[in-house]
């Protein structure tokens, strides 16, 4: 088992899987949970700054999640939202759901249960607070960094269609208000930082898939 944290941006989401499909791993995007159930608010005109009415959509929330990094897919109640939960309206409301402590309570089993049903000879798990809260036990804890300046043109370069200047206030915006629930900018004991501002893709899937395979 691989926890792996970090900030939006540092890549994390894309190494994961890639470094999941190198070591024969299964890939699990905590993330996407919790923008599913954004989405899910949304769709179904759920108030999200509304904890209780959060919490209580979590009752018929069908939520499925492909966890083969080679098939990866988000679906809500038979609707495939993989694109979908990435849309700047559900990027923007996601936080005021991530920080209603009954609902991190839920998706933190939820995402232990995920663990435990994978049948390969390992699984990563990314996402804010998977090295201190949901798997602090994991064989190889990993805090995925990189600096503002790096994150932040990277993530640019995936929304083009987006000015700069919007993606960073986004970006950083996003940051301060996760950070305020977990903190993910700072590694917690024993867990290793590796820090790809001077790294390319390849690379820090290397990094990554080094340290596991040194690590067993
Ligand atoms: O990683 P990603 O940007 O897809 O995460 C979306 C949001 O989900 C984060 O901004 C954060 O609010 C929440 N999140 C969280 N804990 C995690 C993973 C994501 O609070 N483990």
Same mark, same amino acid.
Do not use: C
């Given at each position: 088992?691989?926890?792996?944290?970090?900030?939006?941006?540092?890549?994390?989401?894309?190494?994961?899987?890639?470094?999941?499909?190198?070591?024969?791993?299964?890939? +699990?995007?905590?993330?996407? *949970?919790?923008?599913?159930? *954004?989405?899910? *608010?949304?769709?179904?005109?759920?108030? $999200?700054?509304? %904890?209780?009415?959060?919490?209580?959509?979590?009752?018929?929330?069908?939520?499925?999640?492909?966890?083969?990094?080679?098939?990866?897919?988000?679906?809500?109640?038979?609707?495939?939202?993989? +694109?979908?939960?990435?849309?700047?309206?559900? $990027?923007?409301?996601?936080?005021?759901?991530?920080?209603?402590?009954?609902?991190?309570?839920?998706?933190?089993?939820?995402?232990?249960?995920?663990?435990?049903?994978?049948?390969?000879?390992?699984?990563?798990?990314?996402?804010?607070?998977?090295?201190?809260?949901?798997?602090?036990?994991?064989?190889?804890?990993?805090?995925?960094?990189?600096?503002?300046?790096?994150?932040? %043109?990277?993530?640019?370069?995936?929304?083009?269609?987006?000015?700069?200047?919007?993606?960073?206030? +986004?970006?950083?915006?996003?940051?301060?208000?996760?950070?305020?629930?977990?903190?993910?900018?700072? *590694?917690?004991?024993?867990?290793?930082?590796?820090?790809?501002?001077?790294?390319?893709?390849?690379?820090?899937?290397?990094?990554?898939?080094?340290?596991?395979?040194?690590?067993?």
């Amino acid at each position: 088992m691989v926890a792996v944290d970090g900030p939006a941006g540092s890549g994390k989401s894309s190494v994961s899987r890639a470094a999941a499909r190198e070591l024969g791993f299964d890939y +699990q995007d905590s993330g996407a *949970a919790y923008r599913a159930l *954004a989405w899910n *608010a949304l769709e179904h005109g759920v108030d $999200t700054e509304d %904890a209780d009415a959060v919490l209580a959509s979590l009752d018929d929330f069908d939520y499925r999640i492909g966890t083969d990094p080679d098939d990866y897919f988000v679906r809500v109640g038979g609707t495939d939202v993989t +694109q979908a939960i990435r849309e700047p309206r559900v $990027t923007g409301v996601v936080s005021a759901i991530a920080r209603i402590p009954a609902v991190r309570e839920r998706l933190v089993e939820l995402f232990r249960r995920v663990i435990e049903a994978s049948d390969r000879p390992g699984i990563i798990t990314e996402g804010r607070d998977i090295t201190t809260v949901v798997a602090p036990d994991a064989d190889v804890r990993i805090l995925l960094t990189a600096s503002e300046e790096a994150r932040m %043109a990277r993530r640019s370069a995936e929304t083009p269609e987006h000015s700069a200047r919007a993606v960073a206030e +986004q970006l950083s915006s996003r940051d301060a208000q996760d950070s305020r629930v977990v903190d993910f900018m700072n *590694a917690a004991d024993g867990v290793t930082t590796i820090d790809s501002t001077n790294l390319d893709f390849d690379q820090t899937v290397s990094a990554v898939v080094d340290l596991v395979r040194t690590s067993r």
